[in-house]
T-cell receptor
Framework: GENVEQHPSTLSVQEGDSAVIKCTYS??????FPWYKQELGKRPQLIID?????GEKKDQRIAVTLNKTAKHFSLHITETQPEDSAVYFC???????????????FGKGTKLSVKP | NAGVMQNPRHLVRRRGQEARLRCSPV?????VYWYRQLPEEGLKFMVY????????ESGMPKERFSAEFPKEGPSILRIQQVVRGDSAAYFC?????????????FGQGTRLTVV
């Protein structure tokens, strides 16, 4: 089955700096890679996702890159702000259009702290 | 348009009792996933259901745990004879797989405490 590794487990940056979180996956059949943000005591919320037919996707200060050959994908947050402080989870899944979706396998999370 | 609704938000059970966790997916969603989250840890997949069917239960403990998603009504995660190690936050997510729309939405979770 799929296995997702996420690093680092904690990350502390100064406000305005960039933050990068990296994940690797094991199952080459995985083709959907979402990133979730979870604030303390709250539900995980999708912030960005990428499919395997795309190498990079950007949404304002957030970008995700995917290297299918190396089975790596990364989250990049630029110009970090204190409100970016949260736990971030990567996940991998196999999507079959018209069929069933495999379950989301999550990494263990990265606790990001942005110091003002 | 209500999101994923889970209840109760907090549940306290004594060892040996049964815990029932409910999840109402986003209206129109027919795919439900249950995850468990221990403190300071990530989300661990338990089970994936479509209406009236269990698609993947590879993350579910073989004993004491069961899940259902009936034709009518919410999805239920049932834990029989709870033990202290069952204390965790249980999250439900739902999705509707149509074309490009594949996002999984999470509920607020049920925090189970076994005393």
């Amino acid at each position: 089955g799929e296995n997702v590794e996420q690093h680092p487990s904690t990350l502390s940056v100064q406000e305005g700096d960039s933050a990068v979180i990296k994940c690797t996956y094991s199952d080459s059949a995985s083709n959907y890679f979402p990133w979730y943000k979870q604030e303390l005591g709250k539900r995980p919320q999708l912030i960005i996702d990428i499919r395997s037919n795309v190498g990079e996707k950007k949404d304002q200060r957030i970008a995700v890159t995917l290297n299918k050959t190396a089975k790596h994908f990364s989250l990049h947050i630029t110009e970090t702000q204190p409100e970016d402080s949260a736990v971030y989870f990567c996940a991998a899944s196999e999507l079959n259009y018209g069929g069933s979706q495999g379950n989301l396998i999550f990494g263990k999370g990265t606790k990001l702290s942005v110091k003002p | 348009n209500a999101g994923v609704m889970q209840n109760p938000r907090h549940l306290v059970r004594r060892r040996g009792q049964e815990a029932r966790l409910r999840c109402s997916p986003v209206k129109g969603h027919s795919h439900v996933y249950w995850y468990r989250q221990l403190p300071e840890e990530g989300l661990k997949f338990m089970v994936y259901l479509q209406k009236e069917n269990i698609i993947d239960e590879s993350g579910m403990p073989k004993e004491r745990f069961s899940a259902e998603f009936p034709k009518e009504g919410p999805s239920i995660l049932r834990i029989q004879q709870v033990v202290r190690g069952d204390s965790a936050a249980y999250f439900c997510a739902s999705s509707q797989l149509q074309g490009q729309n594949t996002e999984a939405f999470f509920g607020q979770g049920t925090r189970l405490t076994v005393v």
